[in-house]
Each structure stands twice: as structure tokens, then as C-alpha cells.
């Protein structure tokens, strides 16, 4: 019953309609329209099977492969609601036929979640403040509030430069709300329904820009209103958001245009924001990330789908969201892994930025201070224009000195060789702060024990349980098991088990032994589960309330410390032999934006990197501070070895309770690939580098294909032949195009 939809624009007889649903079948579904207009693009509810759905019209046809007295009617529309248009219909069959996936699926997934419920999902509206009549009359406005009300006189003063809206007030204070609604009993303030409208002016506190910043914005603006992909190689601290705030400066003066900046981590978007809103206080701006709620997350949808929001920062799915005016899509920190969904569709966000700026005909700016090795090769063969900016921004901050510290020789006091522990010291007698990076969270990796060399399994996955000490917990990093830390050896009976290892919570609890005096604060996935703790812990460190600074990942990219001085990487030696031919490329990204946090400011920086391969090319590569000759050699490396970018893989993924079913299923794949693979070899089925997961078998067969046109014919060849057969039902399995995690 499937149909093309054709561009008709709504139906209002009893037609054929064709609706895009959320199940894994590639197909449309053919439903009458009954007595209902309907407008492609819109939302409805329609029976299917036993229960009811949430579908998307596509389109409207004269026939189908049913009778008419076959099809269901669609149960109801939901009106004055967004609706899709046919940019985002294009985006997504690329999306669903590049990544194997079905288009409803894929489709229904890209929108907030109150609209894939089946009720009404009403739009709210904007509200602003302003002062009222009798306040602009008022000469002495602030001697009106007492002073101890001090978010009051907070809020009437940034009422006093204009009107603002509830986000904009929301930046002042966490209690803005009870402030606004006693000015506004006191007849101080008025609410109104807030209107977009372009701006009059931007404010005039840009940074003056030095040779490189400037030619990158020259560069990016004469290439307006067409299809150019920029990278833009800056080292860390080379002001590469001012470049972005420059040209969105230029872009924005076109009226209703729309900005799109993409960026990795959640984490890293108040930040970004505020500098945005800062700069630009009258552009309506939105952010969409997991961490709003349903209701914000529609809103701001919304606000991206009308047009009304001109700049749209977010995570990787905002790169499906649509927006009308679209003028430019910037991507922060292009080489993140976090840009890579890793379940569902397993897009790149990244990658479909480029291909939506391709399609809506506008220039992409992509930023890194360690490109990945795939932007790279594209601006070594001129597919992207490569501009660099080699120097940091601030006057006088100069790039940090990197040294290593070769552990095989030093000796270690929980951890920390004397150099870097004389180093912490010299740093808090200076009255600067230091970051410790090491990228273990929790007590310690292992429980061990002494006699028999056990060490705690997760009873769920290939890995082992990791000590939280303080919460008295063994807990898998991978699924989430945890149990009580066990008293004795369940192998031997031994009662001396040992945690080993360094973590997070391990290397606090020896820092305040060492500096009793210091104000340390420990920043990972345990730490900052509350919604605004990561904030607030920033405003501390930007405060000077904190001496050191123990971080994972979270800390390593976007932050930017004045005082931070040394930065003490820790425990980085694993990822150098990882059977991951990605694995030392994100180790250099790594360390290499960790390392950045130092000396930002007119303050000299200095990295320490403890570790036993002191001599190794990417350690080398690090102290010269040299990412594009340690770049040409990894692109050797994967030239030689058959390896992206030089070409494309694929894998197909499979899992079940019992491995001989993923076997099973898996041979079955490798069977027909070999009788329809032309241009592309297949390797034959392998148990994946996590080979038990959430208490199921894992393995997989890997694709490779020196085309990409031939991997994709082969590919939409042989998932529908895979969907019918009786294996597939024994197994989860699902195709990975382009992965990042093997």
C-alpha cells in the first residue's frame, strides 16, 4: 500500500492519502482522508493494527495497491500545528537512504517529543518585559527598591537598556521570577506577547580581530548566499568563536535570515550561549538539547520551524531542525566523536550539516583545533577551503609548554610523580588554578583481588566493575549494573581485595591529603547529573573559589579558564595500543584540547603529561604542538592500511542472548554480500571489541569499499532480503554506515 506522495496540497474529499509512520518498514501507508483537509506535512492520527499512531502526511494519490474498501480513514488531523515542509523531506530521504533506515522511522524521530504523542501539542507564545509608563517617568528608579532586594535592582537595570524576554531575564538570576513578579505588582514592569523583529543595531563590543581571524571572516562572507564548506584550524584559544560571532554579525543584517551552530556536548552550550545572547541581545535565540523539557523543547522547535528564532544553537539533532531562512551552519569542534549518534539512525551530525548546507545552497564553517583526519583530507585535496589561525587571540597569551614525564622512571605517590605534585604547589602559592585530567571516573577501574588475581565482572557485559568508593558501589561504566562492593574474593575467599587504579574520586581524596589548604573540585558524570551543577561549578572556577580542578572529557574542550595555568594529564597510556584504528587520533584530539585550557590569558601555560611511552610520535607530535605533520602521518598510516578516508566502511551490527543466533544471522549476511559484492570486500563475521553488552552477545561483519556509490548499491540491495528472513527475528541487528566505534 505504498505510494509516492506527489505536491498536492491538501486534501479535502475522501482521497488517498499517504502517511510517513514510525515503523522499521520502508514504505508509506495509504489511508482515506475521510472528511478531513489535509495539508502535506501535517500531523494526524491514524489506526494501524490494534492501536493508534502519530503519522505525517506526504502526499495524496489516485490509486493504491489496496481497494478502497481495504483502507482505514485517518482518524483526526491535528490543525494549527507546524507543519514539515519539502526541504526537510529532502533532508531526510537522503538521511534514511544513506543510512539504511526506514524514512518514517527516521522522520517521526526528528521531532520534539510532544509531537509524536497522540494529543494536541499547542504552540506557546512569547512573552517579554519591559518598563512601564510610570517607570520610564522615574528618575530615581533603583532608590525605589530597597536594597537588599538586589535581583530586583538587577532586573530594572536590564530592563533600563530595553525590552527583554523571559530567556534573556532567565540569564540574570536562578530566582528571576519571584524578583519580576514584585516589580510587576509594584507597577514597574509590564508584560507583552514579544514579536521577532530585526535588529536596529548590534552592540559594539566585538574584539578587534588580528590578520588570520580577519581573512577567515573576509573569507567566509564572500562566499555568502552559495554552497562552500570552510574549515576553519585555529589553535586552542585562537578566538575561533569570535570569527563565528563576526560573520553571524554580517549574515544576521539580512532580514529574517536564520544561523545554525552545532556543538558537541550539552555542556557546552550555556556558555555559548550566553556569549551569544551577550553579543546579541535583540536576535531572537533558541537552544535545543536533551536537557530541556518537553515543553522547551517544543518551543524552541517552533520558534527555529516559524523563523522567529534567528540563531538556533544545539546538539547533534538540531542539525534536522527545521528552519526557513537558513543563511549558515557553523560546527564547533567538527572532529568530536559526540556528533556520531550511536544508536537509531546512526547519523553524523557533522556529515548531514554538510549535505543540508549543500542543499539549502549556504556556507558551512566547520571549527577544530584538531580536525578530524576526514575534514582534513577534504581540505587537502580542496573539496573544503582551509583557513588557519595559528596564534591565540588574546594579546600576549602565547600557547602552553608541554612537557612529558616519563612514569616508567618516576616514582608515583597514589598516581602523581613529585615534578607535577611541585608543580600543583608552585600553582597555588602563585594564586593560580590547575586542572588535572584524567579521563577514569570514580575510586578506581578494578577490584582485585591479591591472591588468586580475580577482578569484579560485570554480570552483564565483557568489562569490569568500577570502585565508587564513597558511595560504597561497584558500578559498570557500560549498562549501568551495580552492586555493593564485595568483602572477600567470591574465586578464593581471599579478604584482601585491593582497589586498583587510578580515578577521579581516587585522585581527589589524595590531592586534599596533599593540599589540605586547597579548594578542589571533582567534575565528571557523578558530579554534575543536576541540571544546572556544571554551571554553577564554572562560575566558581571564573570566580576563583577553586584551586584545582579534577575533570574527565567534560573539562578537556570549550572552557576557558584566565588563571588557569597547569594542566596534569594522568593515565593516558591504554588508548596507544587500542585495536581502534581511531583510537590515537581521538587521543591526540584529546589531549590536545585538555592541554588548551592552559594559559589562555596573559598567564604562561604548562602541560605535564605523565607516561611510560614518553618517546612515542603522538607524545612528539604534542610537545611540538604539531597537529598537522602528526595529521600526515596517521593519513599515511590509513592510506597504507586501507583505512578512512581513503575508504568507506560499513558495519553490520548483530546481538542476542545467545552468540549462535548473531552467528547465524551474521553468516546468513556475509553469504549474500559475497554473492552480490562486486566492488566491496566483506570480512567475514567477528564477536564485536565489546563482545557481551547489557547481557546480550554482540558481533558484526565490516563492509569496505574503495567507492561509496558501490557500498550503498550493495547496501540498499541486501537490508530487504535481511528484514524477510527468519533469522533476522532471533537477533537485534542494524546497519552502522561510516562508524566511529568497531
Not at 514579536?195 to 563590543?205: E, G, K, R, V
Request: aromatic share 8%.
Amino acid at each position: 500500500m505504498s505510494s509516492s506522495p506527489n505536491h498536492a496540497s491538501n486534501a479535502s474529499q475522501n482521497q488517498i492519502v499517504n502517511v510517513a509512520l514510525d515503523v522499521p518498514l520502508e514504505r508509506l501507508f495509504d489511508y482515506l482522508s475521510g472528511n478531513l483537509s489535509l495539508r502535506i506535512g501535517q500531523r494526524v492520527e491514524v489506526p494501524f493494527g490494534n492501536r493508534k499512531m502519530v503519522g505525517i502526511v506526504m502526499g495524496f494519490s489516485q490509486h493504491s495497491d489496496y481497494t478502497l474498501d481495504k483502507l482505514k480513514t485517518i482518524s483526526r488531523s491535528f490543525d494549527d500545528e507546524p507543519i514539515l515542509d519539502e526541504t526537510t523531506f529532502r533532508l531526510m530521504r537522503f538521511c534514511a537512504d544513506y543510512y539504511q533506515y526506514p524514512f518514517g522511522q527516521a522522520l517521526l524521530a526528528i521531532l520534539p517529543a510532544r509531537l509524536r504523542q497522540l494529543k494536541p501539542a499547542p504552540m506557546l507564545r512569547i512573552f517579554a518585559y519591559r518598563l512601564s509608563p510610570e517607570a520610564l517617568k522615574c528618575a530615581q528608579l533603583q532608590q525605589q527598591i530597597p536594597a537588599r532586594q538586589v535581583v530586583q535592582r538587577k532586573l530594572l537595570l536590564a530592563l533600563q537598556e530595553g525590552e527583554k524576554t523571559e530567556a534573556q531575564l532567565k540569564q540574570l538570576s536562578s530566582v528571576w521570577q519571584k524578583a519580576l513578579m514584585a516589580l510587576m505588582a509594584q507597577g514597574w514592569v509590564e508584560k507583552f506577547e514579544w514579536q521577532a523583529s530585526a535588529p536596529t543595531h548590534f552592540p559594539l563590543n566585538a574584539q578587534t580581530l588580528n590578520a588570520e581571524q580577519q581573512a577567515a571572516v573576509t573569507g567566509v562572507l564572500a562566499q555568502l548566499s552559495q554552497f562552500q564548506a570552510f574549515l576553519l584550524y585555529g589553535v586552542t584559544g585562537s578566538g575561533k568563536t569570535e570569527v563565528y560571532m563576526q560573520i553571524l554579525q554580517q549574515v544576521l543584517q539580512k532580514p529574517d535570515s536564520q544561523a545554525l551552530i552545532l556543538v558537541p556536548e550539552i555542556n557546552l552550550t550555556p556558555q555559548l550561549e550566553a556569549r551569544f545572547r551577550q553579543r546579541f541581545p535583540h536576535i531572537p535565540l533558541v537552544t535545543l538539547h536533551s536537557h530541556l523539557s518537553d515543553g522547551e523543547r517544543l518551543h524552541h522547535w517552533h520558534q527555529a520551524q516559524t523563523g522567529r528564532a534567528r540563531i538556533v544553537i544545539g546538539t547533534r539533532l538540531s542539525v534536522f531542525t527545521p528552519m526557513p531562512k537558513l543563511a549558515i551552519i557553523i560546527v564547533d569542534e567538527e572532529h568530536d566523536a559526540s556528533f556520531k549518534q550511536q544508536d537509531s539512525m546512526r547519523y553524523h551530525a557533522r556529515d548531514i550539516a554538510l549535505v543540508r548546507a549543500q542543499q539549502a545552497n549556504v556556507p558551512i564553517l566547520l571549527g577544530s583545533a584538531t580536525p578530524s583526519l576526514e575534514s582534513w583530507q577534504n581540505a587537502e585535496t580542496g573539496k573544503f577551503k582551509r583557513m588557519v589561525l595559528p596564534q591565540r587571540a588574546v594579546e600576549n597569551a602565547s600557547l602552553p609548554s608541554i612537557y612529558t614525564l616519563n612514569t616508567a622512571t618516576l616514582p608515583l605517590q597514589n598516581g602523581l610523580s613529585q615534578p607535577l605534585i611541585q608543580a600543583l604547589k608552585v600553582r597555588l602559592e602563585r594564586g593560580e588554578q590547575s586542572l588535572l585530567f584524567i579521563n577514569r571516573r570514580g575510586y578506581a577501574p578494578v577490584l582485585l583481588c591479591s591472591a588468586c588475581h580475580w577482578i569484579a565482572p560485570c554480570s552483564r557485559c565483557s568489562s569490569r566493575l568500577v570502585v565508587h568508593l564513597k558511595q560504597g558501589k561497584l558500578r559498570c561504566h557500560h549498562c549501568g549494573h551495580e552492586q555493593s562492593i564485595v568483602r572477600q574474593c567470591p574465586s578464593c575467599g581471599n579478604a584482601d581485595l585491593q582497589a586498583t587504579g587510578q580515578g577521579t574520586q581516587r585522585l581527589e581524596e589524595t590531592l586534599v591529603k596533599l593540599f589540605p589548604q586547597a579548594k578542589i573540585a571533582r567534575v565528571d558524570r557523578d558530579t554534575i547529573s543536576r541540571k544546572d551543577a556544571l554551571s554553577d561549578l564554572l562560575d566558581k572556577v571564573h570566580a576563583q573559589e577553586i584551586d584545582i580542578l579534577v575533570g574527565t572529557q567534560i573539562l578537556a574542550k570549550g572552557h576557558d579558564f584566565p588563571n588557569l595555568t597547569l594542566v596534569g594529564v594522568l593515565d593516558t597510556d591504554s588508548a596507544l595500543f587500542s585495536p581502534d584504528f581511531r583510537a590515537s587520533e581521538r587521543l591526540f584530539a584529546q589531549l590536545m584540547q585538555v592541554a588548551g585550557r592552559a594559559g589562555r590569558a596573559d598567564k604562561a601555560g604548562e602541560v605535564l603529561i605523565q607516561t611510560s611511552f614518553p618517546e612515542h610520535p603522538l607524545f612528539t607530535a604534542l610537545v611540538q604542538q604539531d597537529y598537522a605533520n602528526y595529521a600526515s602521518k596517521l593519513m599515511e598510516e590509513r592510506a597504507i592500511a586501507s583505512f578512512p578516508p581513503y575508504t568507506f566502511m560499513a558495519l553490520i551490527r548483530a546481538e542476542a542472548t545467545q552468540y549462535r543466533d548473531v552467528d547465524a544471522f551474521l553468516q546468513l549476511a556475509y553469504a549474500q554480500v559475497r554473492a552480490q559484492a562486486k566492488q566491496v570486500t566483506c570480512y567475514p563475521p567477528m564477536r564485536a571489541q565489546m563482545e557481551r553488552l547489557k547481557g546480550m552477545e554482540r558481533g558484526q561483519i565490516v563492509l569496505q569499499s574503495q567507492q561509496r556509490g558501490a557500498l550503498q548499491k550493495l547496501l540498499s540491495q541486501l537490508i530487504a532480503p535481511l528484514r524477510e528472513s527468519k533469522l533476522a527475528s532471533r537477533v537485534r541487528w542494524h546497519v552502522d554506515v561510516d562508524p566511529m566505534e568497531f
